[in-house]
């Protein structure tokens, strides 16, 4: 199979009032912080948008995918990623840190008015690394998503995580 390369791929990234269409392969790659504004994926191939900054906070704000099986943001790298006023729909997880990525980093997400219909998740985060996941549950909107946050054991060999938890608030 032929690598896939993604739409776009930045050291830092501002993008505004985008809308990317179906066939885009890998979507955003964001390889230092990056400002995404009303970026929408039409149909999500493999992951609509990718980071892998090594600090620092990206922001997704408004926009929104469908059709993602997988990922919608996949966190590969280190920081924040903070996703508000998105939209998703018919989605796997809207936010997973990289479960078994050969650098493990501790990583953070904040979700706050997200619209969600027909998802898996929300947030999939690595305790075993102190992944956070701050999410503001009253202000989402959701309907027929199986649960707000998921957590499990990443590792750095490659192999799939174990999921521990799935829907368990610890604060």
Known sequence: MPMQSSW??????????????????EGVHCLGPCNLYNVWFEDVCEDAITIKQTSGQSNIVGGGAKGASDKVVQHNGAGTVKIDSYCVQTFGKLYRSCGNCSTQYKRTVLISQIIGKSGSVLAGINSNYGDVAQIDTASLSLSSVSSICDTFQGNSNGDEPKKLTSNVANA
């Open 8 to 25: 776009l791929s930045l050291e830092e990234l501002y993008s505004t009032n985008v809308v990317i269409g179906a066939n885009q392969a």
